[in-house]
């Protein structure tokens, strides 16, 4: 009874003993075991493993690829842009010892890393590179932290550049920067498409020009056309060449009428008149076949009022006081004298009158 008595209970505290040492290791981890704080040689596989409880300790480290977010990272680009840039860093440890040994906290190690990396790349990098080159941006910051944590028994899988903030004002001028590019191509196109037209229109006018049904079939394929989309249309196409026909016509008709007129318009000479010299010293004027005969001088006919020699025109009769009148001896001024000039006679014929003379 005694045995059993001492038994029992050493069972019980080598059972409790086990119970209290014993670990489990998950198959995407792996163990460093500290024997009173020194490393045991070894690394210990997943699975079921036994600690002296009080003695050892153990250190779980997990082989899976860790994801990181880096916190946004503000910077002046090298155009002289400021921007914040978001990024995302995957890594996984590849050395158990030297992830537990070489450095107290390797995720807090590689997360400033890949802060200061982030920010030296914005420094280098222009605003372009940042927006549509990330691939060579993202190899490039996962080589600058893959580097130092290297010794720290770590791998970097990859870096991603998640987004890139920019200013408002700087959005404002992207977007018209983007609309005039656009803008620009759309004009280039255009005028590209107007030349190639242009070209094609120019082949289809010598094939119309060598071939002139080709352009009446055209003709009646945009009737058909302007019929089809507009039946209340009445379409009466009208040649150009029947307009010109019709302006030559004109043109000719024009010249025939002027010649047939005497040429150049000038007016058709007019007859001679004759003259026939009277006994009683007046004048006779026969004139052509339209014109009627007509006395050189005849008061009568002429009607009242002095008559004015043509010949005298623009000269002034000289003023003559009554005393000087001849006509007769009652005073009465003569027609000479009321007019000034003499009409002429048959010796002194048309334009002899003497101004200033009181008889003929």
Same mark, same amino acid.
Not at 99 to 116: G, K, M, S
Not at 254 to 263: A, L, P, Q, V
């Given at each position: 009874?005694?045995? =059993?008595?001492?038994?029992?209970?050493?069972?019980?505290? $080598?059972?409790?003993?086990?119970?209290?040492?014993?670990?489990?290791?998950?198959?995407?981890?792996?163990?460093?075991?500290?024997?009173?704080?020194?490393?045991?040689?070894? =690394?210990?596989?997943?699975?079921?493993?036994?600690?002296?409880?009080?003695?050892?300790?153990?250190?779980?480290?997990?082989?899976?690829?860790?994801?990181?977010?880096?916190?946004?990272?503000?910077?002046?680009?090298?155009?002289?842009?400021?921007?914040?840039?978001?990024?995302?860093?995957?890594?996984?440890?590849?050395?158990? =010892?030297?992830?537990?040994?070489?450095?107290?906290?390797?995720?807090?190690?590689?997360?400033?890393?890949?802060?200061?990396?982030?920010?030296?790349?914005?420094?280098?990098?222009?605003?372009? %590179?940042?927006?549509?080159?990330?691939?060579?941006?993202?190899?490039?910051?996962?080589?600058?932290? %893959?580097?130092? $944590?290297?010794?720290?028994?770590?791998?970097?899988?990859?870096?991603?550049?998640?987004? =890139?903030?920019?200013?408002?004002?700087?959005?404002?001028?992207?977007?018209?920067?983007?609309?005039?590019?656009?803008?620009?191509?759309?004009?280039?196109?255009?005028?590209?498409?107007?030349?190639?037209?242009?070209?094609?229109?120019?082949?289809?006018?010598?094939?119309?020009?060598?071939?002139?049904?080709?352009?009446?079939?055209?003709?009646?394929?945009?009737?058909?056309?302007?019929?089809?989309?507009?039946?209340?249309?009445?379409?009466?196409?009208?040649?150009?060449?029947?307009?010109?026909?019709?302006?030559?016509?004109?043109?000719?008709?024009?010249?025939?009428?002027?010649?047939?007129?005497?040429?150049?318009?000038?007016? $058709?000479?007019?007859?001679?008149?004759?003259?026939?010299?009277?006994?009683?010293? %007046?004048?006779?004027?026969?004139?052509?076949?339209?014109?009627?005969?007509?006395?050189?001088? %005849?008061?009568?006919?002429?009607?009242?009022?002095?008559?004015? /020699?043509?010949?005298?025109?623009?000269?002034?009769?000289?003023?003559?006081?009554?005393?000087?009148?001849?006509? /007769?001896?009652?005073?009465?001024?003569?027609?000479?004298?009321?007019?000034?000039?003499?009409?002429?006679?048959?010796?002194?014929?048309?334009?002899?009158?003497?101004?200033?003379?009181?008889?003929?």
């Amino acid at each position: 009874m005694l045995v =059993v008595d001492i038994v029992i209970p050493v069972l019980a505290v $080598a059972v409790l003993l086990l119970l209290t040492g014993a670990r489990v290791v998950k198959q995407y981890e792996r163990a460093l075991v500290f024997r009173l704080g020194r490393l045991r040689s070894g =690394v210990r596989s997943p699975g079921f493993s036994v600690l002296i409880p009080g003695v050892d300790r153990m250190v779980k480290v997990n082989m899976q690829i860790v994801t990181v977010p880096i916190p946004s990272q503000e910077g002046i680009t090298r155009d002289n842009v400021t921007v914040r840039v978001d990024a995302v860093v995957y890594f996984k440890v590849v050395h158990p =010892v030297d992830a537990v040994i070489n450095v107290e906290d390797y995720r807090y190690a590689v997360l400033q890393v890949a802060q200061t990396s982030l920010r030296s790349i914005i420094g280098k990098s222009d605003l372009d %590179d940042l927006l549509s080159n990330r691939e060579k941006l993202n190899e490039g910051l996962a080589l600058m932290i %893959d580097s130092p $944590a290297l010794a720290w028994g770590v791998a970097i899988d990859r870096v991603e550049i998640k987004d =890139v903030s920019l200013p408002e004002t700087m959005k404002r001028s992207m977007a018209r920067q983007a609309e005039a590019a656009r803008d620009r191509r759309a004009r280039v196109i255009n005028a590209d498409a107007e030349l190639q037209a242009s070209k094609k229109l120019a082949q289809a006018g010598a094939v119309m020009a060598d071939q002139p049904a080709a352009l009446q079939l055209r003709l009646l394929q945009t009737v058909t056309a302007v019929a089809a989309e507009k039946n209340s249309t009445l379409v009466l196409p009208f040649p150009v060449e029947l307009l010109r026909f019709l302006e030559r016509s004109g043109q000719n008709g024009g010249e025939r009428s002027g010649h047939d007129g005497g040429g150049n318009g000038a007016a $058709a000479p007019v007859p001679p008149a004759a003259v026939t010299h009277h006994d009683d010293g %007046d004048e006779e004027v026969e004139a052509g076949p339209d014109l009627p005969a007509v006395s050189a001088y %005849d008061p009568g006919e002429l009607g009242p009022g002095p008559m004015i /020699d043509p010949l005298a025109e623009g000269r002034s009769a000289p003023e003559r006081s009554p005393d000087e009148w001849s006509d /007769d001896s009652s005073g009465t001024p003569s027609e000479a004298d009321r007019t000034g000039f003499t009409a002429p006679g048959p010796e002194t014929g048309p334009g002899s009158a003497t101004p200033g003379s009181g008889s003929g």
